[in-house]
């Protein structure tokens, strides 16, 4: 579980290395938008999860 989400994170640390051209800000907007899907699709649904 835990192992597929740090996958996720270093494929993105990859992306935006590869690419730097990315702001920093919307390389965090992807990464907290990529936590929330996963967690939200791995978890029991709740009101932290409606966005």
Do not use: P
Not at 15 to 41: D, G, M, P, V
Request: net charge positive; aromatic share 22%.
């Amino acid at each position: 579980m835990v192992s597929i989400l740090s996958i996720q994170l270093s494929l993105l640390l990859f992306y935006h290395n590869k690419y730097n051209n990315i702001e920093q800000k919307s390389f965090f907007k992807i990464l907290a938008r990529e936590a929330t899907i996963y967690y939200c699709s791995d978890t029991v649904r709740n009101y932290y999860c409606y966005f």
